[in-house]
């Protein structure tokens, strides 16, 4: 893999003009603002904290049940996806 950095900042904000399609799964979180292109991904980047609050996990700082890191990635369309290969988007 050649991945150099883009011009985008993936640390930043994810693009306000994202709109959920309808019948996509696409999610837009309302507590961290980021986009998600589907229900799983976006379910994997919240975490119930020992109050039983929602906590908004960054989709890059993401790590599975052993704490290995499992980082999403930002499709070409700017949401962020589990995996490029698993949404069938390859870049
Ligand atoms: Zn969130």
Do not use: Y
């Not at 962020?80 to 069938?88: H, I, P, Q, Y």
């Amino acid at each position: 893999m050649n991945l150099k950095h883009a011009s985008t900042d993936l640390r930043g904000p994810s693009k306000p003009h994202l709109k959920p399609a309808i019948g996509t799964g696409q999610c837009l979180c309302m507590g961290c603002g980021e986009a998600f292109n589907s229900v799983s991904a976006f379910d994997r980047h919240q975490r119930i904290g020992s109050d039983g609050r929602t906590i908004c996990l960054h989709p890059l700082e993401i790590t599975d049940r052993n704490g290995n890191p499992k980082p999403m990635v930002r499709n070409a369309r700017g949401w962020w996806v589990t995996s490029l290969r698993d949404m069938g988007d390859q870049p």
